[in-house]
C-alpha cells in the first residue's frame, strides 16, 4: 500500500448500489459498446455505461479459534443483541426458537443460565468471563448505527463466516413473499455494506439501497437477494430459523424474475455465431425451440439484452448444434463472459470530491477486486512518488508530438 496523499477523486456508483471511488485515471473493467471487456479510466466513464462486479472470489481466511456455534450466537446479538457499558450483553427476541438455542448455548458451553431482563423480549449475562470471551471474539458495546462484522469473523474460515450470516439474518433479514427476495436492514451503514462485501465473496449478488426513516430522522440501510441469487442464498447462507427456512422455500417455488444479471452490448457477437451456423447449412431455427428463437432474434437486433443465463443457454446451443463454433472468436469471447462470474452494472452517479488516495500493487497481474469492481494498477511510480513526499509529473510520449517546429523541443525545456 502506498499513500498518494489527498487528491481529486471521482465517486462512481452503479445501480446494484455498489460504489468506488478513485483518481481520474483509474482503471476499472468495462463492457465496450462492441461488448468487449476493456479497462476503463474513471473519467472516461459516462453515466449507463456498464461496469463489471466480480463476485464469487471466494478468498476466507483461516482462523478457526471460533465455533460455528459461537458465531452464530455472535451474528444473533450483533442483530438483536448489545454489549452495555455495565459489563452486561443484552439479548432482545421475541422468537422462541432463538431463545432456547441461546439458553442451550450458555448452559451447554458455560453451565450459565440467561437472566430475564426488565424488557419484555431482554434477556441478560451479567458473569463477567463469558462478557470477557464474548468482547474478545468481537462483540463490541456501540450504538446501533455503529455495528459491524467483527475482525475475528472476516478474518474466519468459510463455516465460521457463513455461521454468523445465518445469526445475522435470523435476526435483522426477512423474506419478501410478494417480491420474491430476500432482504437485510439495519441502521449501521458498514454493517450493510460488509455484509453486502462478504455476499458477493461468497458468490451472492445483492442490491444495496437506502430509505430515511422519517419518524427518527435517520437513514436505515438495505440489501436485497433475488432472481437466481436466492438460490444460491439458500445454498451457501440460508436461514437456521425454521419459520424463515420455510417463507424462502416458498419464495422460491413462486416464478422470479431471471432477468437480472443482464449482458450488454452482445448483439454483434450472438449475431455472428448465429450467422456462422446459418451459412454452414445447419438450420438452428429448426433446432430449437420457436420461443428461443424468437428471443435470439431480438438480442440479434437489439430489442432485448440476454440474461446471462439466457446467453448460456444460447452457447449450448450452438454448440450442441455444431462444436465447430468454437473456431469463433465472437464464441470463444461469449462463452468465456458465461463462465467469468461478473455481474454487469450500469453507471447511475459520477460525482467530483477530494479524498486521501492510496495505491495498491499487485505483483505480476496487476488486477485485483474492490468493493466488486475488478480494478487495474499501473500507478507504481506514482506511488512511490507520493511515498517519497515528491512531486510527480505524468507526461507521455504524445504529449511531445509537435504540429510546428520547435514545439516539441519547447514542452521538454518546461517539463
Not at 471521482?10 to 468487449?36: A, N
Not at 466513464?45 to 455472535?74: H, M, P, T, W
Request: net charge positive; charged share 25%; with cysteine.
Amino acid at each position: 500500500w502506498y499513500n498518494l496523499k489527498e487528491a481529486d477523486v471521482l465517486d462512481t456508483r452503479t445501480k446494484l448500489g455498489t460504489s468506488i471511488s478513485g483518481t481520474y485515471e483509474h482503471p476499472i473493467l468495462s463492457v465496450s459498446d462492441r461488448g468487449d471487456l476493456v479497462f476503463k479510466r474513471l473519467d472516461q466513464l459516462k453515466v449507463g455505461d456498464f461496469v463489471c462486479i466480480k463476485y464469487g472470489n471466494r478468498i476466507f481466511g483461516n482462523q478457526d479459534f471460533i465455533s460455528e456455534d459461537s458465531a452464530y450466537i455472535l451474528g444473533l446479538f450483533t442483530g438483536d443483541g448489545c454489549a452495555t457499558i455495565k459489563n452486561r450483553i443484552i439479548f432482545s427476541s421475541g422468537d422462541q426458537e432463538l431463545i432456547n438455542f441461546a439458553f442451550d448455548y450458555f448452559k451447554d458451553k458455560y453451565s450459565y443460565q440467561l437472566r430475564k431482563a426488565t424488557g419484555r423480549y431482554d434477556y441478560e449475562i451479567c458473569r463477567q468471563d463469558i462478557v470477557k470471551i464474548l468482547r474478545e471474539h468481537g462483540l463490541q458495546a456501540v450504538y446501533a448505527k455503529d455495528k459491524e462484522i467483527p475482525d475475528s469473523i472476516l478474518q474466519s474460515t468459510k463455516p465460521i463466516v457463513v455461521s454468523f450470516l445465518q445469526g445475522l439474518f435470523d435476526t435483522d433479514g426477512y423474506v419478501e413473499k410478494n417480491r420474491g427476495c430476500v432482504c437485510f436492514s439495519s441502521s449501521s451503514e458498514k454493517l450493510v455494506k460488509q455484509v453486502g462485501a462478504v455476499l458477493l465473496n461468497i458468490g451472492i449478488i445483492n442490491h444495496y439501497y437506502t430509505r430515511p426513516i422519517i419518524k427518527y430522522n435517520r437513514m436505515q440501510y438495505y440489501l436485497e437477494i433475488s432472481g437466481d441469487f436466492l438460490l444460491s442464498f439458500e445454498k451457501e447462507v440460508g436461514f437456521r430459523l425454521t419459520r424463515k427456512k420455510e417463507a424462502l422455500k416458498v419464495c422460491l417455488l413462486r416464478t422470479r424474475n431471471t432477468n437480472i444479471n443482464i449482458v450488454p452490448n452482445q448483439h454483434g457477437n450472438i449475431k455472428r455465431v448465429w450467422q456462422f451456423l446459418i451459412k454452414n447449412n445447419l438450420k438452428p431455427s429448426l433446432k430449437i425451440p420457436l420461443t428461443f428463437h424468437k428471443n435470439i432474434l431480438r438480442y440479434i437486433n437489439q430489442n432485448r439484452r440476454p440474461s446471462l443465463s439466457a446467453l448460456r443457454k444460447f452457447v449450448e446451443v450452438c454448440f450442441n448444434i455444431s462444436p465447430e463454433v468454437n473456431k469463433l472468436e465472437e464464441f470463444r469471447h461469449l462463452k468465456r463472459i458465461v463462465n467469468s462470474q461478473l455481474f454487469f452494472s450500469p453507471v447511475v452517479s459520477i460525482k467530483k470530491s477530494k479524498d486521501t488516495v492510496y495505491d495498491f500493487t499487485v505483483k505480476d497481474v496487476h488486477n485485483f477486486t474492490a468493493n466488486g469492481f475488478v480494478n487495474h494498477n499501473t500507478l507504481i511510480a506514482k506511488a512511490i512518488a507520493g511515498e517519497a513526499g515528491v512531486p510527480f509529473f505524468n507526461i507521455s510520449g504524445s504529449d511531445f508530438v509537435e504540429m510546428f517546429v520547435g514545439v516539441g523541443a519547447s514542452r521538454v525545456r518546461d517539463l
